[in-house]
């Protein structure tokens, strides 16, 4: 059993950057794949990068150039940095996992096993 907790989740103004963590228990992070997911007001949840255990790393064409996942195995932690964050970047940000270790960056959801319970990040002035 994993369990992920994410934090970082706030108010933040256009044009800034935030970093999200997640830290799973239960799983070392350095065996996991990882992603994280978001899910804006009235929308579906849609992906937002992942990282395999390999470190190959993916990206949504939305988020592509300003935002990065990044794993601290020292720390049993993955990151989300986001820069130059915009209003439409307004949503719940979700950490999800998975034990089989697969090689490639995994965008759909149901690939994930396990998910956090959502962190809001809202982008307003």
């Known amino acids: 059993q994993v369990q992920l907790v994410e934090s970082g989740g706030g108010l933040v103004q256009p044009g800034n950057s935030h970093r999200l963590s997640c830290a799973p228990s239960g799983r070392t992070v350095s065996v996991l794949g990882m992603g994280w997911f978001r899910q804006a007001p009235g929308k579906e949840r849609e992906f937002v990068a992942a990282i395999t255990r390999t470190d190959d790393t993916l990206y949504a064409d939305s988020v592509k150039g300003r935002f990065t996942i990044s794993r601290d195995n020292a720390k049993n932690t993955v990151y989300l940095y986001m820069n130059s964050l915009k209003p439409e970047d307004t949503a719940v940000y979700y950490c999800?996992?998975?034990?089989?270790?697969?090689?490639?960056?995994?965008?759909?959801?149901?690939?994930?096993?396990?998910w956090g319970q959502g962190t809001q990040v809202t982008v307003s002035s």
């Open positions: 999800a996992a998975e034990t089989a270790g697969r090689l490639s960056p995994l965008v759909e959801e149901g690939a994930y096993e396990y």
